[in-house]
């Protein structure tokens, strides 16, 4: 499977956006889709994922309230919307996808194998 990451941008804290992660191939809804995050001298970090043939998302504790996670199989698109966005949210956010991973190992990227190229969030004022 092939990941596009979309819908980065600059915006002012308190705002909103949307990311997009297209996804080439059959069978999308058979994955796990994640999402990550590298801000500039920090390592990746696990923001949010959709299991699997499940509509419920986990979330990392600093996203949980802000940040929702869906996907639309029809589209082979997995969405991330980001509300109340905080200058720590800047980062480059990446989509990643397994078919493999388990719950435990989840919110750990080394179990994905399929990656996006990412999009820039900066959040600034």
């Known amino acids: 499977v092939q990941l596009q990451a979309s819908g980065g941008g600059l915006v002012r804290p308190g705002d909103s956006l949307r990311l997009s992660c297209a996804a080439s191939?059959?069978?999308?809804?058979?994955?796990?889709v994640g999402w990550f995050r590298q801000a500039p001298g920090k390592e990746t970090e696990f923001v949010a994922v959709?299991?699997?043939?499940?509509?419920?998302?986990v979330y990392a504790d600093s996203m949980k309230g802000r940040f929702t996670i869906s996907r639309d199989n029809a589209k082979n698109t997995v969405y991330l919307q980001m509300n109340r966005l905080r200058p720590e949210d800047t980062a480059v956010y990446f989509c990643?996808?397994?078919?493999?991973?388990?719950?435990?190992?989840?919110?750990?990227?080394?179990?994905?194998?399929?990656w996006g190229q990412g999009t820039q969030v900066t959040v600034s004022s």
């Open positions: 990643a996808a397994s078919s493999t991973v388990i719950s435990s190992e989840i919110s750990n990227r080394r179990f994905y194998d399929y």
């Open positions: 191939g059959r069978a999308f809804s058979s994955y796990t």
């Open positions: 959709m299991k699997r043939y499940n509509s419920n998302g």
